[in-house]
């Protein structure tokens, strides 16, 4: 699976954004895809999650209620929706894909958010 993320951007807080990240090959409706972020100097940390299996969704309390992630299995795409940016959610984005053993990452985009 090689993963395409893009949507980033300079955004004042307060404001959204919209990433996205499309994959290509086999079976992507079969994957636990999950977006990451990593600020500068700082460990890259988890943001969400939509497992394949059902959907289902899981966030990192500090985006809990302002960010939203989704996947459309016919364009072979997860999105993360991003609201009421704030300073602190400045940092480069990575969608990964996850199954079983297997995990993939696509290359980062970078999100800056002006106070």
């Known amino acids: 699976v090689q993963l395409q993320a893009y949507g980033g951007g300079l955004v004042q807080a307060g404001g959204s954004l919209r990433l996205s990240c499309a994959a290509s090959g086999r079976a992507f409706s079969n994957y636990d895809m999950k977006w990451f972020r990593q600020a500068p100097e700082k460990e890259r940390e988890f943001v969400s999650v939509i497992r394949w299996r059902d959907d289902s969704t899981y966030y990192a309390d500090s985006v809990k209620g302002r960010f939203t992630i989704s996947r459309d299995n016919a364009k072979n795409t997860v999105y993360l929706e991003m609201n009421s940016l704030k300073s602190e959610d400045t940092a480069v984005y990575y969608c990964?894909?996850?199954?079983?053993?297997?995990?993939?990452w696509g290359q980062g985009t970078q999100v800056t958010v002006s106070s």
């Open positions: 990964a894909a996850f199954r079983g053993g297997s995990v993939y």
